[in-house]
């Protein structure tokens, strides 16, 4: 079973509205953390937000915040204001403590194309 | 800055060669991970490292291999190189700490490799 699912392959938005990105996780772990990356054209991975499963408020950075909600586990992505730069493949991953050690070992869905229209 | 950098963006290669691709990173970070990237399914984990010398399998292992000789450099090894090779490769890096989760990993550019 997959662990992270990102069930958007492609998402367009128009600029300046805000759009979210869907993910859902599965762990038996109580104690887990929560990433999102975004990806542009150039490849590198750029790290967005983090959620930690303790945390009790939602994480925000920014124009990005993230819906956390544990009991669906869900972990979804808000983007606030889209901008032209936000087009870009976005990741989300997930760090479980127990069973990923303590070596950071994350695990990643397969990830969202944004498109952001002018 | 954390800065992780590959050796080559591009790299293409024939069949059956041995390849290498390296990777740097300039915080004195303990984690150092390897993926590889393709279309539709995401990041899988290829090896990590968490020190010196040592290093664990991580999902995909199999015709790779790692070495980390030096805790900034983690080299990711394909013996002889095949087509399913051809691939998006990643390197990050992380520092553990105390808290799970807040180890974020910082990526490398990437590396292309096409095998022909």
């Known amino acids: 079973a997959q662990k992270i699912t990102q069930t958007q392959p492609g998402m367009f938005v128009q600029e300046k509205e805000a759009v979210t990105l869907d993910c859902t996780y599965d762990?038996?772990?109580?104690?887990?953390?929560l990433f999102w990356y975004k990806q542009p054209s150039s490849g590198e991975m750029i790290f967005l937000i983090y959620?930690?499963?303790?945390?009790?408020q939602n994480a925000t950075e920014g124009r990005y915040s993230l819906n956390f909600q544990k009991a669906r586990k869900s972990a979804n992505l808000v983007i606030s204001a889209s901008q032209l730069g936000d087009s870009a493949m976005y990741f989300c991953?997930?760090?479980?403590?127990?069973?990923?050690?303590?070596?950071?070992?994350?695990?990643f869905g397969k990830g969202t194309k944004l498109s952001v229209k002018p | 800055d954390v800065k992780v950098t590959q050796s080559s963006r591009y790299l293409v290669k024939r069949t059956g060669e041995k390849v290498f691709l390296e990777c740097v990173q300039d915080?004195?970070?303990?984690?150092m991970f390897w993926y590889r990237q393709d279309p539709g399914l995401g990041l899988r984990l290829i090896y990590f490292?968490?020190?010196?010398?040592?290093?664990e399998k991580g999902d995909i292992p199999e015709g790779y291999s790692v070495s980390r000789e030096k805790k900034e450099r983690f080299s990711l090894i394909l013996e002889s190189a095949s087509t399913n090779q051809t691939s998006m490769y990643l390197c990050?890096?992380?520092?553990?700490?105390?808290?799970?989760?807040?180890?974020?990993?910082?990526f490398g550019p990437g590396t292309r490799l096409t095998v022909l």
């Open positions: 990050a890096s992380s520092a553990p700490r105390k808290a799970v989760g807040e180890d974020e990993q910082f």
């Open positions: 762990t038996s772990d109580p104690s887990y953390g």
């Open positions: 959620q930690g499963s303790y945390d009790q």
């Open positions: 991953a997930m760090r479980e403590a127990l069973y990923g050690g303590s070596q950071g070992n994350l695990i």
């Open positions: 915080m004195d970070h303990e984690n």
């Open positions: 490292s968490y020190d010196v010398k040592m290093k």
